[in-house]
């Protein structure tokens, strides 16, 4: 172990643990960070840019926060996610792109508007909402449309059944955004919005207020014991590969001696 090869391989084996054990300390920082929201803040309306911005993230204790946004809807962007529980029943949610009144780069959210029971009620609603959004954006001095409602992570895409390649089976603005129209230098957000008041005479979507959050976020807190444990196994595989190259030293000597000294 004192050889100046396997010195060299412990101070490789302390930097990669250096940087392991860096890794766990910001692990760490962020689990004891996420602190809770004040209780009852997730019911106070508050503009949606002092929640999230577009294309960021939304921080784990603001899930389930209303807000509230300003614009209109796009036409031709309704579309219908399957699979939706609403108090027990599945049935089908009806979303479309909601373009925010900003003076800036275009900027949009996607928004589940509604539940319905049935596919066909489920389109019924989204023929309305797209005569309506068509009726609305064809004259500029309309004014814009207010939405309130809680914003919510994105749930990721999801593979299609094989028999219906379109259906969209989970509330994904990243899918979303693959069948929008218009989206040429658009900024989108993450998470979506799901309506307080119902749209196209669907019903409301169940949005019950979040559970209050504990200080600590328990799944960043095992990435840090995790790159601790990382961190140990680096001194560890050095000890075992000294060792075995040691035993191998001794086999060969006790060999060597063993072919010296005759049957």
Same mark, same amino acid.
Request: hydrophobic share 45%; with cysteine; net charge negative.
């Given at each position: 172990?004192?050889?100046?090869?396997?010195?060299?391989?412990?101070?490789?084996?302390?930097?990669?643990?250096?940087? +392991?054990?860096?890794?766990?300390?910001?692990?760490?920082?962020?689990?004891?960070? %996420?602190?809770?929201?004040?209780?009852? @803040?997730?019911?106070?309306?508050?503009?949606?840019? #002092?929640?999230?911005?577009?294309?960021?993230?939304?921080?784990?204790?603001? /899930?389930?926060? *209303?807000?509230?946004?300003?614009?209109? +809807?796009? $036409?031709?962007?309704?579309?219908?996610? @399957?699979?939706? /529980?609403?108090?027990? %029943?599945?049935?089908?949610?009806?979303?479309?792109?909601?373009?925010?009144?900003?003076?800036?780069?275009? %900027? &949009?959210?996607? /928004?589940?508007?509604?539940?319905?029971?049935?596919? *066909?009620?489920?389109?019924?609603?989204?023929?309305?909402? #797209?005569?309506?959004?068509?009726?609305?954006?064809?004259?500029?001095?309309?004014?814009?449309?207010?939405? %309130?409602?809680?914003?919510?992570?994105? #749930?990721?895409?999801?593979?299609?059944?094989?028999?219906?390649?379109?259906?969209?089976?989970?509330?994904?603005?990243?899918?979303?955004?693959?069948?929008?129209?218009?989206?040429?230098?658009?900024?989108?957000?993450? =998470?979506?919005?799901?309506?307080?008041?119902?749209?196209?005479?669907?019903?409301?979507?169940? &949005?019950?207020?979040?559970?209050?959050? &504990?200080?600590?976020?328990?799944?960043?807190?095992?990435?840090?014991?995790?790159? $601790?444990?990382?961190?140990?196994?680096?001194?560890?595989?050095?000890?075992?590969?000294? *060792?075995?190259?040691?035993?191998?030293?001794?086999?060969?000597?006790?060999?060597?001696?063993?072919?010296?000294?005759? =049957?």
């Amino acid at each position: 172990m004192i050889r100046p090869r396997w010195i060299a391989m412990l101070a490789l084996c302390l930097v990669v643990a250096g940087v +392991f054990a860096w890794l766990g300390q910001w692990q760490l920082g962020r689990a004891i960070d %996420t602190a809770p929201v004040d209780p009852g @803040t997730t019911e106070q309306i508050k503009p949606i840019d #002092e929640v999230v911005r577009p294309g960021q993230y939304l921080s784990a204790p603001l /899930v389930g926060q *209303k807000v509230e946004v300003s614009g209109r +809807f796009v $036409a031709d962007d309704f579309l219908i996610v @399957t699979q939706r /529980v609403n108090d027990g %029943t599945e049935g089908y949610w009806v979303t479309g792109q909601f373009r925010l009144a900003t003076s800036g780069t275009p %900027t &949009s959210l996607a /928004v589940a508007v509604g539940w319905a029971p049935d596919r *066909k009620a489920a389109e019924r609603a989204v023929a309305e909402l #797209e005569r309506s959004a068509a009726a609305s954006g064809a004259g500029t001095s309309a004014p814009a449309q207010v939405l %309130t409602g809680r914003i919510i992570s994105d #749930e990721g895409p999801a593979v299609p059944p094989r028999d219906r390649p379109m259906e969209l089976t989970t509330m994904s603005p990243a899918a979303l955004l693959g069948r929008w129209h218009d989206v040429e230098g658009l900024d989108v957000y993450r =998470p979506y919005l799901t309506s307080a008041k119902p749209l196209g005479g669907l019903t409301a979507i169940s &949005s019950p207020a979040p559970d209050e959050r &504990s200080g600590v976020n328990w799944l960043n807190l095992f990435y840090a014991v995790e790159w $601790a444990v990382f961190a140990g196994f680096a001194f560890y595989l050095w000890y075992r590969l000294a *060792k075995d190259a040691w035993e191998k030293e001794v086999e060969e000597i006790q060999d060597a001696a063993a072919a010296a000294s005759g =049957p």
